[in-house]
């Protein structure tokens, strides 16, 4: 029943985003990390109400679905990107692949917060505030605002993790965690920092 009431939650955000774009409410980049934010975030707690399998057959289902619905063009929101990106088929592959770094389930839920809260937010305000404040990385642009942002809300999740699992964590590993986590997304191309944030963030965690 939890898997069916999943993937129900996540169709319904599927066709609020494109309900949103037919009414030019979610258009370009903010279109696209309204699913990136919401999934992402509702994702990230799956291990607590789903088993390990599910959640890696449910991302198989996701990549399924993202080539289908790049192929057809079926939900415009999660595509309105102008650049070239692979950013959603590999959100799908790391919602499996974190399985089997980490079978703990504050680490699976961190480190998809990092992908989903933190590369998400720093989108939307790069592209609204950042516009002034540009800087070029290995081909990459950027804003100041939007690494300010992926910055601020990645302590945020580390903080949070921190303060949610027993061990906890020093003030050096989560100052560490959160710049190493911006620079992986500032230097990955093609939405790669989809993948090599959270799995960064697990391993830290992890080890």
């Avoid at 949103?20 to 370009?28: A, I, P, S």
């Avoid at 994702?43 to 991302?59: G, H, K, T």
Wanted: proline share 2%; charged share 10%; hydrophobic share 55%.
């Amino acid at each position: 029943m939890a898997l069916i009431l999943s993937l129900l939650a996540i169709c319904a955000v599927l066709l609020a985003s494109e309900f949103g774009w037919r009414k030019h409410w979610l258009n370009n980049e903010f279109g696209r990390k309204f699913v990136h934010i919401t999934v992402g975030s509702f994702v990230a707690f799956w291990p607590f109400f789903l088993s390990w399998n599910q959640i890696r057959l449910v991302s198989l289902a996701f990549l399924v679905v993202v080539f289908i619905s790049d192929r057809f063009k079926l939900f415009h929101a999660m595509h309105s990107v102008q650049r070239p990106t692979y950013g959603e088929a590999f959100f799908a592959i790391t919602v499996g692949l974190l399985t089997f770094l980490t079978h703990t389930k504050a680490v699976y839920a961190a480190a998809l917060l990092q992908m989903s809260l933190a590369d998400g937010f720093a989108a939307v305000v790069g592209t609204r505030l950042g516009r002034e404040n540009k800087y070029h990385l290995l081909g990459h642009t950027k804003s100041v605002a939007g690494t300010t942002t992926f910055i601020a809300v990645s302590l945020a999740v580390f903080i949070g993790y921190s303060i949610w699992s027993v061990a906890g964590l020093g003030v050096p590993i989560i100052v560490f965690g959160a710049l190493a986590a911006a620079i992986l997304e500032n230097i990955a191309p093609f939405g790669l920092d989809n993948i090599t944030v959270p799995v960064f963030v697990a391993l830290l965690l992890r080890y």
